[in-house]
């Protein structure tokens, strides 16, 4: 928003009220931290107006945040951009009808007031629009409709997790369950292990002033909260009529990580509490099996996940509050249910004390409301869904059994198990950010992070977050903090730890991954080893880590093109595997892919093809539907249908996991960028080149913009690009992209070496074309150099050089040297490759042909009789060659005739 709009936004009374102004400087203040947001759209009242403070005063009352707009334009604008609350609008009539039509259908609107002296509820219009609610003409009547609303969205947007139990859970893969459920698994675990101290709660009072600033009643309730809370009084302020109950659930629900580590003394208190009352209670108040009931609304499509997971389990990610009285659960299940897109629910939860369970108490003494007789549940309860079944006695509302599980569940145990050995780690807030990096949840990750190398005690506990903060921005494509963050910890951990550690070896596999992802091979495979040597010295009971360690090796190598360590790496991480994992993980598929990858490239086809099926029949099983690794899965076997030239197929297969990335990865991701490189390659196959360079031109686009550092993709990029350019004969566009190559490769030669030897050639050959015979020999010069520097025994490479060089020297007819490099190229083909007939005729082709152009027709005749001699030998498929050399005889008898 300009300054000129933001001057339609009435700037209300800034001691009384906490309204949204959009100013960057107010960033703190405009966090929402409620699950709704209250606007009112009027005509321009003067601030002076008597009634119109009145009317704001009582909507003060009832919201902590208040936005007030003149112009509808703005609250339009504000109502398509808002995320993650309902909207509720108060508008007069007038406006109301003018703007209706524009925002009815909004996803975030929740439900229109309308507020006007001169309207009523007849009106035929409002009748047309079912998310309006009302027509009010008294504020206190309005206001108490409000308060009810508010509280009814704060029940339904409690967190929820559904677990389908369909297919054997031992075998479940992370990336199919919620990440809420994982989420808040471990955030118990972390709850349990942490110790609250003064500083969490003055940096959680902090925080809330910095956001209430403006809010005198909502400060006075700081104090207040400052002043009193204790452990005891915990239940108390959560249940009450405080800022505690809005802002922990909703940074539960979001998963707002910065907010849940300020709060994390709360959560652990109420659950302590809860724990203390159970043991209290339990012998006294829950002496028999009991039933306590939930009504809230639901969506139509959490309502759909309910019905598909029926037999399966249901977990409430926050506190859980319940009442014994039927009525009150009744009234909000039929309250909610007349909203749009919104099913009404009456949880019917049957518990059973004597099972060994959750923590949950009565809470009717320490509660605000003491008339609802509740009964509020630990976070994280989990129950298992039973009946559901249309509600006789009120419309649109379905009664839903669900029975607390116990701790002994046996696929609740497994399961629990499974998520902690997935991101194992030393510090439960440490399993906690590399779960949020497994789910992709980055940004949530780098503020839990950085939240907690603030509060860390020590140096060596900072050290490992930064580990952490490294693997999470090489995620992220920010390479050079990625580095620094990685120097940082390690440097810290070698000084503090020592050297067989296992803390260690975990953190060199994280700085190997990070290097790895930065396209520093050699420096990744470095960190690699040195964490595997570790793990060897002290393994771990299950092997795992140790199958991570022989993995990462592998990949390493395989980038590196050392294919046969890479499979000797790939083939030890899965023979543990197969020891400790079922036979349908798909940790076991990833290997299966990684071999057949190896032999793909070591072409090996028909080995690796039978792999890739292999690998692809067990994720298919195992993994969600959209899961990436799935996606990769089928790029790998679009790969080796390309090596066999089945384009068509391979394209089928490319498209797939094209599909799946486009969908689920940032439209700059860098995965996506290899996809669309592979695409290009298959159409290029295709001679489809108009494809093939839209789709060269996708993934460069990508890749120039987010991984600059990782010089190798970027060059094979450019070098794609190049030979398509050479394909339709645009040779300067060409060019360009060769010298681009070369400037990249340049920039870390003496990894690349092999790669700027070819691109000197490339672009020397392109020159050669163009009849620059002076600049293409600079470069088949500058190609001589590094191979005789650091290929000096690559005898093939030499020969090819020498025989360019001596090919530019004979266009600038400078047959002296010319004649010099082209029998060093022959002389090594006949002494170190006797072997490569048809290259060593086409040698004394070319020598031949130096000669007739030095008008020494005898001796041309004999290098061609030579040439023909040995060609003739061959097979049949170089008939062109045979031809080229009978062409060329021709030639110079004609030559020597004139």
């Known amino acids: 928003m300009s300054r000129d709009d933001a001057s339609n936004m009435i700037s209300c009374m800034k001691d009384t009220a906490n309204e949204r102004t959009f100013s960057s400087s107010s960033r703190l203040r405009r966090r929402t931290l409620q699950n709704y947001v209250l606007l009112w759209l009027h005509n321009g009242i003067e601030l002076s107006n008597k009634e119109y403070q009145n009317n704001l005063s009582h909507f003060q009352s009832v919201a902590d945040d208040i936005n007030i707009f003149t112009q509808s334009n703005d609250c339009i604008d504000f109502i398509n951009k808002v995320k993650n609350v309902k909207v509720f609008l108060i508008v007069d009539n007038k406006i109301g009808q003018q703007i209706i039509s524009i925002i009815h259908d909004s996803p975030q609107l929740d439900t229109i007031y309308i507020f006007s002296n001169n309207a009523c509820q007849e009106e035929q219009w409002i009748k047309l629009w079912f998310k309006i609610n009302n027509v009010y003409n008294e504020i206190e009547c309005l206001c108490k409709v409000l308060r009810l609303a508010m509280k009814e969205c704060n029940k339904n947007s409690i967190s929820m997790s559904f677990i389908s139990i ?16 994982m989420y808040t698994q471990l955030l ?55 800022i505690v109950y809005e802002i922990l659930n909703r940074a539960l629900r979001l998963m707002e990580a910065d907010l849940i580590v300020d709060m994390g003394f709360l959560i652990h208190d109420i659950h302590y509490e809860l724990c203390k009352l159970y043991k209290e209670q339990l012998d006294n108040d829950f002496k028999t099996p009991f039933t306590v009931y939930r009504g809230q609304g639901l969506s139509k499509m959490d309502f759909d996940k309910l019905i598909k997971n029926q037999g399966g389990l249901l977990s409430f990610n926050n506190f859980l509050s319940t009442s014994r009285d039927l009525s009150v659960s009744t009234f909000f299940a039929e309250s909610s249910a007349g909203k749009p897109n ?44 039973g009946k559901i079944e249309k509600n006789d006695d009120a419309i649109s509302v379905y009664n839903v059994e669900l029975t607390l599980t116990s701790d002994d569940d046996k696929q609740l145990r497994i399961l629990t198990e499974q998520i902690r050995d997935e991101v194992r780690e030393e510090t439960p807030w440490g399993r906690l950010g590399k779960l949020m990096i497994r789910i992709g949840q980055l940004d949530k ?9 603030d509060h860390a005690c020590c140096e060596g506990e900072k050290a490992l977050y930064r580990v952490n903060l490294a693997v999470l921005k090489a995620k992220q494509n920010d390479p050079q903090k990625a580095i620094d963050y990685c120097k940082q910890g390690i440097e810290v951990l070698e000084k503090t730890l020592s050297s067989d550690d296992l803390i260690l070896s975990v953190c060199y596999n994280s700085a190997g991954a990070v290097y790895y992802s930065l396209g520093n091979y050699k420096e990744a495979l470095s960190f690699y080893e040195k964490s595997l040597e570790i793990t060897q010295e002290h393994p771990p009971s299950d092997g795992r880590m140790l199958a991570i360690s022989y993995n990462s090796i592998g990949v390493v190598h395989h980038q590196m093109k050392n294919y046969p360590k890479a499979l000797e790496s790939f083939q030890m991480s899965l023979l543990i595997r197969e020891k400790i994992l079922p036979l ?47 996606a990769t899965c089928y790029n790998n076997i679009g790969g080796i249908y390309d090596e066999i030239e089945e384009y068509p197929k391979s394209l089928e297969f490319y498209k797939k996991g094209l599909e799946m990335f486009e969908k689920r990865l940032p439209s700059n991701h860098p995965s996506l960028a290899v996809l669309y490189l592979n695409i290009s390659k298959i159409y290029k196959s295709m001679i ?25 993709r970027l060059s094979i990029a450019y070098n794609r690009m190049a030979s398509l350019y050479m394909d339709i004969k645009e040779y300067s566009k060409a060019l360009c992209f060769y010298e681009k190559e070369r400037d990249t490769l340049e920039l870390n030669p003496p990894q690349n070496s092999y ?54 020297y004979k266009h600038m007819k400078n047959y002296s040297d010319a004649l010099f490099f082209l029998e060093k190229s022959l002389t090594i083909k006949k002494q170190i490759l006797p072997m490569d007939y048809l290259s060593i005729s086409l040698s004394y082709n070319n020598i031949a042909m130096l000669y007739d152009s030095m008008r020494n027709y005898v001796t041309a005749s004999l290098y061609l009789e030579q040439a023909l001699s040995i060609i003739e030998g061959l097979s049949s498929s170089n008939y062109c060659h045979i031809e080229q050399i009978k062409n060329n005889i021709e030639l110079v008898n004609q030559h020597a005739s004139q």
């Open 166 to 181: 369909d297919k054997e859970i031992s075998t479940l893969n992370l990336n199919q369950l919620d990440p809420t459920f």
């Open 188 to 242: 118990k675990e972390v709850l349990l292990d942490m110790k609250p101290t003064k500083e969490s709660l003055k940096d959680f009072v902090a925080f809330a002033r910095r956001q209430y600033i403006s809010n005198p009643k909502k400060l006075d309730m700081i104090n207040d909260f400052e002043r009193t809370y204790s452990s005891q009084m915990s239940i108390t302020w959560y249940t009450g009529e405080s």
């Open 342 to 385: 919104t099913v009404g629910i009456l949880f019917k939860l049957f518990i059973d004390p004597s099972a060994p369970t959750i923590p949950f108490a009565s809470v009717r003494d320490g509660s605000f409301f003491k008339t609802e007789d509740e009964i509020l549940f630990s976070m994280h309860s989990i129950f298992r869904i």
């Open 445 to 453: 990750a780098e503020m839990l992070y950085n939240s907690l190398v």
């Open 584 to 630: 349908n993980h798909p940790d076991l598929g990833a290997s299966y892919m990684h071999i057949g990858v190896v032999y793909k490239d070591m072409k090996e086809c028909q080995k690796a093809l039978p792999l890739y099926h292999k690998a692809l029949e067990i994720m298919e099983k195992t993994l969600h539907p959209n899961d990436l690794n799935l």
């Open 688 to 712: 489809q080149y108009s494809e093939a360079i839209e789709f060269c031109k996708k993934g460069l686009e990508i890749l120039e913009q987010t991984n600059p550092l990782n010089y190798l």
């Open 755 to 808: 790669d700027l030897i070819t691109c000197y050639n490339c672009i020397g050959y392109v020159y050669s074309i163009k009849e620059n015979y002076e600049k293409a020999l600079l470069f088949y010069q500058e190609e001589q150099r590094i191979i005789e520097k650091i290929y000096p025994e690559d005898y093939r490479l030499l020969a090819r050089v020498f025989n360019n060089i001596g090919g530019m």
